[in-house]
């Protein structure tokens, strides 16, 4: 099957590079997120599903308020319950559900380390900021991205042009956006999706993020939710269907 072609008909389709497939079903995706997790809790307010680790220290909200200026996904941790934020990550609306989930379950699977050491050497394991800007930079010249630099803020950019890094100069405050990551068909960069990331976001976190673009995988989406300026850039083909078992000899 040919990158051009797409199923003719509304059904499952597998996309790749995932990054370029459209949201998906972003309510879906974080239900299985919660309940897959004893330590993590689901629960809904107002307009918001929210998970929140058992510490009340971490959160992923889901915003499904309509005309909202509150970003579609919010992940966060704070020292304390919704006190004192050391860092955070949000998402418009158009990101892939499974760019989102990359940067929680990275989240939850250091949270879920049985000591304090142990959560940080998971999530930074070096010093903040300084440690996650090499390792993105490491990660985005493995993918052979370019860099230009202009207004003190650097552009790294798929070879492609599809997707952008863009690393801002480092703010004081822990809670300013450092970095902005985007993705979409090149030449349309109004209708690119968009994650920000704050100056303290856990070096695991933000590679999570990057590597949904850097080492893209294949997302499964109907025809109808793939954005048309997309399809000329996909391979896809139709998700396989169970043959069903023969008839068991009597």
């Given amino acids: 099957m040919t990158h051009h072609d797409l199923t003719p008909h509304d059904t499952p389709t597998v996309v790749f590079p995932g990054y370029l497939a459209g949201p998906g079903q972003d309510l879906g995706t974080l239900f299985e997120f919660g309940r897959g997790r004893d330590d993590w809790l689901l629960t809904v307010v ?7 680790h058992e ?23 704070c020292r304390s319950a919704l006190h004192d934020i050391e860092w955070y990550a949000t998402f418009d609306a158009p990101t892939p559900a499974e760019v989102v989930m990359a940067v929680a379950r990275r989240l939850a699977h250091g949270m879920a380390q049985p000591t304090h050491a142990a959560r940080e050497r998971q999530l930074w394991s070096h010093a903040c900021h300084a440690g996650t800007l090499d390792a993105l930079h490491a990660e985005t010249a493995r993918a052979r991205w370019t860099t230009t630099v202009s207004c003190c803020t650097r552009t790294l950019e798929a070879p492609d042009g599809t ?27 109004d209708t690119w999706w968009t994650a920000q990331f704050s100056r303290n976001i856990p070096t695991s976190a933000a590679l999570g993020a990057l590597r949904t673009v850097t080492d893209p995988g294949r997302y499964t989406r109907r025809a109808s939710q793939i954005p048309m300026l997309h399809r000329s850039l996909l391979r896809t083909h139709p998700v396989a ?8 000899a009597r």
């Fill in 46 to 52: 107002d307009d918001r599903l929210v998970a929140s």
């Fill in 241 to 248: 269907r169970r043959r069903p078992e023969p008839p068991r």
């Fill in 163 to 189: 997707a952008t890094l863009l690393i801002h100069p480092a703010p004081d405050g822990p809670g300013d956006i450092v970095y902005t990551l985007s993705a979409g068909a090149r030449g349309h960069q």
């Fill in 55 to 77: 510490s009340a220290s971490a959160l992923v909200v889901l915003n499904r308020a309509p005309h909202s200026p509150d970003p579609h996904w919010t992940i966060g941790s």
